[in-house]
């Protein structure tokens, strides 16, 4: 053992008993939970405890990722069983109290967690979302107070440390290999070799990197890590440190995201409080310290060499590679760059053993990827489960009422803007395994899964990732900013009415241009574009040759049109911001040329208000184009 | 440029930043974070403070989106241009935001009274479509609601 941390433990484990001696309510503070009210939940329980004179413990605690059931509180007694409380907004906490610290408010049971069964209410590990899950890196969440490094150290934090500084740099980065451990921001690389890499550079210092930009829209994996569980990922890096010989790490945070900023910073200052940073880390003659370093809102800068460029005093451009960072990284120093979630594996692997580690998963691609589910479906989530976990019962899993009434759910977005799109019936036959969504020409990705129903366009979809693409765009090559400013014309003007029949020819055109930008940004644009064509080309063509959409999401497609003569319509009008809502000698009626297709009136008065098709009267396209022609 | 009593104290708060340290944007961030902005001035004694050309830490302050030119509106209102906020109707909440208070994206009301600044999402789907107010999210959202909401703020922003 080395030195101090027995005495660490003990003291860790003082501390979280502690607060386990009596009833403890736990109450999630995240972002998910926070917009759920759980802050006021939690002020209401402190005033609420103290009031009643209970001798009860209020506990903040990170989220377990159920987001649609927040504030989700655990109300924990003293004998270990544990029951789940649903949506306990504020203005429930009175009832809360009333009913659940004696026994058990049967009204906003969710499930127990542990203990003895309760009648009529669902144990946790029955409930299909949660028994699917395989939690291993946010086994802890919820569960810890994520601002108190002693309650991560009675979880059997930094014995992973502990256990990876009493081998050599070589058997640590020999177990990495042989996890198969690939880097989970979506890249795939191995991660011993890139460990590898640094490890065998001469120069000195060097450093690591943790890439926790996460750019990607509709993904919230690494922000669960770094609010609820940040020691986590600050142990993985302090792994790595020992097995590359690297001295100093930064964690490349973005803005967006200030309550884990917050939480890392707090969890990195406690760490060295705790000697597990700093010179001499546990007597192992390891000196390694970090600082969180906050982006500014840039996509590219996700990107390493972007996220490099940034750290060097300038903007996030993407640089040519070769150098890579293991040769030229921060300030030109050998350094080596990793997801928020590949650290937090590592820790993973080395506090269990690779026989815990490589117990489920598939060939190539060990043990769990967290995943973050948004868009159509029922219920919003973070999930941990094993790769190779079947798509379909994910998904099954997050929006059972649909699945019963077969509502049409149309394609799936997995890994965001560059990784593509794919139609339901290839995607959900998928495993959750980065291999086979390649061999359908696009990503799994960083854990991003976007479900897309039938109420939405595809023009739509890709008129806002192709905006994205151009809007993020560095502007270093012309290849990728004006190829991706084509790629939004193209899609506006389709979606506008103006499609040409040759627009496919375009695209793949376009599609084989953006192959020579400077970095994968530019290269990877093309995916969705490419993938929809390919995927979705009835919707595009009923929007080129019959100028109409089917979703009627197209603004220029579409237009509002009275049918009613209600009341409502008053308040129509009332709401209207653009004063389009009319009515002349007692008939209502819209102008048009004033109407911006918001929606309010339809909103107000759905009985009255109809959208049609504005555009499938016009020209046929054919006659159009030939006219056109001369 | 004469040192004028703004100008020492942004040096002042930039003092701690060198050269060559990966201090560009936290020296900003910090900048931004006292003045709400980044003003004109700031870029010049950034620029003096880490060696850099002005047009250089200008270049800056443009490529990333978070940075400001413009003081902060009194309340700020946050669109999330994220995909749960759009395939649920983020569009409508735009349009009906930007029309009711007669502005786009990253622009302000007379006086700096209201600001609307586009956002990307932070994983708060479960609201979609979604605005923040001040940081706070709001969602989901109708049209309708939006409108009435943003007349509020308009009515009481002052
Ligand atoms: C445009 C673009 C954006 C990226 N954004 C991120 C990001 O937000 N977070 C991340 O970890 N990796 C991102 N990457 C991947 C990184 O370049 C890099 O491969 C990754 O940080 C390596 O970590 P890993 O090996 O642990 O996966 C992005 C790549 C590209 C091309
Ligand atoms: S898309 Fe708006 S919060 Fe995620």
């Not at chain 1, 979302?129 to 309650?151: F, K, S, V």
């Not at chain 1, 394609?411 to 995607?427: D, N, S, V």
């Not at chain 1, 976007?450 to 595809?458: E, G, N, R, S």
């Not at chain 2, 241009?81 to 302000?108: D, F, Q, W």
């Amino acid at each position: 053992m080395l030195r101090g941390f027995e005495e660490l433990r003990s003291q860790a484990d003082g501390v979280w008993q502690a607060t386990q001696s009596r009833t403890v309510i736990r109450v999630p503070i995240a972002t998910c939970s926070i917009a759920a009210g759980a802050r006021e939940t939690l002020e209401a329980l402190r005033e609420g405890v103290k009031e009643r004179g209970f001798d009860v413990g209020v506990q903040a605690v990170g989220e377990r990722g159920l987001c649609w059931l927040e504030p989700l509180i655990e109300v924990v007694k003293p004998d270990g069983s544990a029951i789940l409380y649903e949506n306990v907004t504020a203005d429930k906490v009175e009832k809360l109290l009333d009913e659940a610290i004696d026994g058990v408010c049967a009204d906003l049971a969710f499930a127990v967690a542990e203990g003895p069964d309760v009648e009529g209410v669902q144990r946790l590990d029955d409930f299909d979302l949660w028994a699917l899950q395989d939690r291993r890196l946010l086994a802890r969440c919820g569960i810890i107070d994520p601002e108190n490094a002693d309650h991560y150290i009675a979880h059997g934090g930094y014995s992973g440390l502990v256990n990876a500084l009493e081998l050599s740099q070589e058997e640590v980065i020999k177990t990495v290999e042989d996890s198969t451990l690939r880097g989970r921001s979506g890249s795939a690389f191995p991660t011993g070799t890139k460990w590898e890499f640094l490890r065998s550079k001469e120069r000195e210092p060097k450093y690591l990197i943790c890439n926790a930009d996460e750019g990607d829209p509709g993904a919230f994996v690494n922000r669960i890590l770094m609010e609820c569980d940040p020691q986590s990922v600050i142990e993985g890096m302090a792994i790595a440190a020992h097995a590359t010989g690297a001295s100093y790490a930064f964690i490349y945070l973005r803005e967006e995201y200030p309550l884990a900023i917050e939480r890392m910073e707090k969890a990195v200052e406690q760490a060295r409080e705790r000697g597990l940073l700093g010179e001499d880390i546990l007597g192992s003659g390891l000196s390694f310290d970090m600082k969180v370093w906050v982006g500014a809102g840039s996509y590219v800068c996700g990107e390493e060499s972007g996220l490099l460029a940034s750290m060097d005093d300038a903007r996030g451009m993407p640089r040519i590679r070769p150098p890579f960072p293991a040769d030229a990284g921060v300030f030109r120093q050998p350094t080596n760059v990793n997801n928020v979630e590949s650290y937090a594996d590592v820790t993973l692997i080395m506090q269990k053993g690779l026989e815990f580690y490589n117990s489920v998963g598939i060939e190539g691609n060990r043990s769990t990827k967290i995943f973050s589910l948004s868009g159509h479906i029922q219920r919003v989530c973070v999930v941990e489960v094993a790769f190779g976990y079947p798509l379909r019962d994910l998904y099954h899993a997050v929006d059972p009422a649909t699945y019963q009434e077969r509502r049409k759910l149309k394609a799936l977005q997995a890994g965001a803007a560059l990784a593509g799109i794919l139609p339901t019936h290839l995607a959900l036959k998928l495993p959750l395994d980065p291999d086979a969504f390649k061999e359908h020409g696009v990503l799994m990705g960083g854990g991003g899964l976007v479900f897309i129903d039938d109420t939405a366009c595809i023009v739509d979809m890709n008129v806002m990732f192709s905006w994205f693409l151009e809007d993020e765009s560095c502007g270093r090559c012309t290849t990728c900013h004006g190829g991706t400013q084509r790629m939004v014309e193209i899609f506006r003007r389709i979606g506008s009415g103006g499609g040409r029949s040759n627009d496919y020819d375009k695209m793949q055109m376009l599609g084989k241009a953006l192959q020579y930008s400077n970095c994968i940004h530019g290269s990877a644009s093309p995916t969705i574009m490419l993938k929809s064509a390919e995927f979705f080309r009835e919707e595009i063509d009923e929007h080129i040759i019959e100028r109409r959409c089917r979703a009627q999401v197209c603004r220029d497609m579409i237009r509002y049109e009275i049918t009613g003569d209600s009341d409502k319509l008053l308040e129509a009008a009332a709401i209207c911001p653009t004063e389009a809502v009319v009515q002349t000698d007692e008939k209502w009626s819209i102008d048009q040329a004033r109407c911006i297709r918001c929606n309010a009136c339809k909103d107000v008065a759905p009985d009255d208000v109809r959208i049609v098709d504005a555009l499938t009267d016009v020209l046929p396209l054919a006659v159009a184009e030939a006219r056109a022609a001369g | 440029m004469l040192d004028t009593e703004a100008t020492l104290e942004i040096q002042e708060l930039v003092a701690e930043f060198k050269p060559g340290n990966a201090d560009l944007l936290p020296a900003l961030h910090k900048v931004q974070h006292r003045y709400g902005y980044v003003p004109k001035e700031a870029m010049g004694v950034v620029a003096k403070q880490l060696r850099l050309g002005e047009a250089h830490v200008y270049g800056a302050v443009t490529f990333y989106s978070e940075f400001r030119q413009i003081p902060p509106p009194k309340t700020r209102v946050d669109w999330c241009s994220g995909p749960a906020c759009r395939l649920k109707g983020g569009e409508h909440v735009r349009r009906a935001l930007e029309a009711t208070l007669e502005i786009g994206m990253e622009e302000n009301t007379e006086g700096d009274k209201l600001g609307l600044h586009l956002a990307q999402c932070n994983g708060t789907c479960d609201f979609a479509p979604q605005i923040w107010v001040d940081g706070k999210v709001v969602g989901p959202l109708t049209a309708a609601e939006t409108i009435r909401l943003a007349r509020e703020l308009k009515d009481g922003a002052g």
